[in-house]
């Protein structure tokens, strides 16, 4: 077969395979029918429709969009953990420096008091180049290659999400970062990634935008309305602050937290957006001091809050932050809308999740210090920073006497930290008595009447984000919130869509690159062969084919005369 030949059969297994794959991977969403879920499109339902009818009306959404979607739709990725030369074992050193040593004492350049003892080194460095540098620089190669592949891995999810479930707004939820202890130089090259591979065409929210909470507040923008401020929320990145971004209290320094809000936005803020009642009637039937004093209905508006809970827990390293951490958690609750109107729905974006007991979900609770006091690792916050949030920012309480029976605010938590993810359900029931205490189950057991029917027993939802990062499946968090009209009530659902491990990202990538180099080499071949060249194997002038030819031509000629000579052998 000639060079040519092998080239288009090789063409002929690899062409198919690459469309095949690199369709998969750039449509992965739509073969997994991942979408946002969809609120009930039939008046009276408060039920979201099933998955199916969501990806299909997401299908329909790029055909011909319609309103009928929920009005925020939030992307919410977890812990990308963006690595760098904390993880490139020679990073900042030479690759060889063994043989160096090896040189350096062949040439004279040591200090040795014998040839022998000289030449013993020189062995010994060469023995360390095989067995140390060789491993160290391949492997320092392949990380390097991880990383640059990796930036590229989160910035697929990212991208494709974007384009394919059309969000309304982006959420990261701590831990942009792989470390806290990095520092600037690195910081600024980890912050640059970010922003230039894995989130390109994000941007940080402004300063301005990202508000103090407080009792007169500007919105942040308007829901279901499509105007210049939807699309600048659609390109900003709400970024959660996490441990391996500013460090735990024990290590959160001033510093860490001014160059994380320099590069990726304020740690801690609120945003505040309103969903306009387009019909006359119903917007009428909204509290108003003078017209409407009776009407317990806030105009709808959804409250997002951006917590950085790194420093709730004591002891903390620097106390006037734990202290700003406090008063900006006290000014969230003194500012939120009493419990006895509805409308409003809470989001609430943070990093470390709260208080559960064992068992419940992956990571249990758990706490270190550092000898000077600080802490120094947890895994989820103490109970009673929990209850700060449940019983604080919602309002819930154990004690039916409390205002609004304890039923406190709607809304929902999200958070990180915990790569594999879990959905959970706090609740207390009120009929217990004095020893009721907060409780937690997971949400698939919390769905039954038992608990979301009750309402001696108030609850919440915590929904922890399974990370984004390949290790556990390039991940991402589509939370839709909808307002239910006749109940007066916002409603949300919850679905993951999860592209998979990094290994198919690059075995596509890869052999994506073989068959641009095969056709490329092909493509040479052919314009060499147009042009003259020939590189088959064989003589220019076909001689043995003419020979063969002449032969065929004699064959007649020499048949053998019918055997009538007596030759045969006689029975
Ligand atoms: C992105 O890259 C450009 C050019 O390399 C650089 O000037 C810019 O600062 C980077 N962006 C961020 C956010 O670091
Ligand atoms: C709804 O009512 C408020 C007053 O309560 C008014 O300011 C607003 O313009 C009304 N909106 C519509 C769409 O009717
Ligand atoms: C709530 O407490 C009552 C007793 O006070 C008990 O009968 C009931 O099962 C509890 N409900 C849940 C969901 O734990």
């Not at 402004?206 to 939807?230: C, F, H, R, T």
Request: glycine share 8%; proline share 6%.
């Amino acid at each position: 077969m000639s060079p040519a030949t092998i080239l288009r059969n090789v063409l002929r297994v690899l062409i198919p395979l690459c469309i095949a794959s690199t369709v998969y991977l750039y449509l992965y969403p739509v073969f997994l029918g991942c979408a946002f879920p969809l609120p009930p499109q039939e008046a009276g339902k408060t039920e979201p429709e099933s998955s199916a009818t969501a990806f299909q009306h997401t299908l329909r959404q790029h055909v011909a969009p319609s309103k009928s979607a929920a009005p925020f739709r939030l992307l919410a990725l977890g812990d990308p953990q963006l690595e760098g030369d904390t993880s490139i074992r020679n990073y900042n050193r030479e690759s060889f420096p063994h043989l160096t040593w090896a040189i350096r004492h062949l040439t004279y350049k040591t200090d040795q008091p014998s040839l022998r003892r000289r030449l013993r080194q020189v062995v010994h460095d060469l023995v360390d180049v095989f067995f140390d540098d060789l491993f160290d620089t391949a492997e320092s190669i392949r990380k390097r290659i991880d990383l640059f592949g990796n930036d590229f891995y989160l910035a697929h999810i990212y991208r494709t999400l974007q384009w394919w479930a059309k969000p309304t707004h982006v959420t990261v939820l701590g831990d942009l970062l792989g470390s806290q202890w990095i520092r600037a130089p690195e910081f600024n090259r980890r912050s640059s990634r970010f922003w230039n591979r894995s989130f390109k065409g994000g941007e940080r929210v402004p300063d301005e935008v990202a508000a103090y909470p407080a009792e007169e507040y500007e919105l942040a923008g308007l829901l279901g309305v499509e105007d210049e401020n939807a699309a600048a929320w659609r390109r900003r990145i709400i970024n959660v602050a996490g441990n391996h971004d500013i460090g735990y209290a024990g290590d959160l320094t001033f510093e860490r937290l001014e160059r994380f809000e320099r590069a990726f936005g304020k740690a801690a803020y609120e945003l505040r957006f309103e969903l306009p009642i387009s019909d006359p009637a119903t917007n009428a039937t909204i509290y108003d001091p003078e017209s409407n004093p009776d009407s317990d209905r806030l105009p709808p508006e959804l409250r997002i809050v951006n917590v950085n809970n790194m420093n709730l827990d004591t002891p903390a390293f620097d106390q006037s932050l734990q202290d700003k951490t406090y008063t900006f958690v006290n000014d969230v609750i003194n500012t939120a809308s009493a419990v006895e109107f509805a409308g409003h729905f809470t989001v609430v974006l943070t990093h470390i999740p709260l208080y559960k007991p064992e068992g419940i979900c992956v990571d249990a609770p758990y706490f270190s210090f550092h000898s000077g006091g600080g802490v120094k690792e947890q895994n989820q916050l103490s109970a009673d920073a929990s209850r700060g949030f449940l019983e604080g920012i919602f309002g819930l309480n154990g004690d039916p006497s409390a205002p609004g029976q304890g039923r406190g605010r709607r809304g929902v938590v999200l958070n990180g930290h915990d790569h594999e993810g879990c959905d959970t359900y706090h609740y207390i029931n009120q009929t217990e008595g004095e020893e009721r205490q907060w409780k937690n189950t997971l949400w698939e057991t919390a769905k039954t009447d038992k608990y979301l029917g009750n309402p001696d027993i108030p609850g919440l939802r915590e929904i922890t984000v399974r990370s984004m990062m390949g290790g556990f499946g390039g991940n991402a968090g589509l939370l839709s919130v909808w307002f239910d009209e006749n109940d007066w009530e916002w409603r949300f659902e919850f679905a993951n869509c999860a592209l998979g491990t990094q290994y198919p990202w690059w075995f596509v990538h890869i052999i994506d690159l073989i068959a641009v180099v095969v056709l490329v080499l092909y493509g040479i071949l052919q314009v060499a062969a147009a042009a003259g060249f020939d590189f088959e194997k064989r003589p220019k002038v076909s001689v043995p084919k003419i020979e063969i030819s002449e032969h065929i031509d004699e064959i007649p000629d020499e048949k053998p005369a019918p055997v009538s000579n007596g030759d045969t052998k006689k029975g």
